[in-house]
């Protein structure tokens, strides 16, 4: 791993763990609102968050994953961003546009970055080792081989 990419994967980290702290406390307080118990609204943003990392977890896995899981890894992931960005908006009580905007950034900083996260670990051109991205040496072409003649058999 490349200093470049220790340090884009360490920010991301720190950006991540902000941002899920700050939305875990707004879906805490919505949570407890709206008439939760304490150990129900503890776990509430822990089931949203979790639900759009499993979800990206699936979407990107290469093997062992059927079509149908993804479908529902994407219906998750959907579902996730959307109650993660909807319970950091009623944390600011809709009392103006200010504060529901400001509620809002650590929703779609947590989405962003977990999806950088995620997808930061399948290998791309750009973080591929420098001997990984040469092209392959072209291979001189085959000779063409000569059908050898067909000889029909006589039925009488």
Not at 37 to 50: F, G, H, R, S
Not at 107 to 135: C, D, F, N, S
């Amino acid at each position: 791993m490349t200093r470049n990419m220790q340090l884009r994967l360490a920010l991301t980290t720190i950006v991540c763990a902000a941002s899920f702290y700050v939305s875990y406390r707004h879906i805490l307080e919505v949570a407890l609102s709206t008439g939760n118990t304490l150990d129900a609204a503890i776990v509430y943003p822990i089931t949203i968050d979790a639900l759009i990392l499993v979800s990206a977890l699936t979407l990107i896995a290469s093997t062992g994953v059927s079509k149908m899981a993804k479908l529902w890894a994407t219906a998750g992931r959907a579902f996730g961003f959307g109650a993660t960005v909807y319970c950091n908006l009623a944390a600011s009580h809709f009392t103006s546009v200010m504060g529901a905007i400001v509620n809002m950034i650590p929703a779609v900083a947590l989405i962003i970055t977990v999806e950088l996260l995620v997808y930061g670990w399948k290998a791309t051109p750009a973080t591929r080792p420098v001997a990984a991205r040469r092209p392959a040496a072209k291979k001189a072409p085959a000779a063409k081989a000569k059908a050898a003649p067909v000889k029909l058999a006589v039925v009488k």
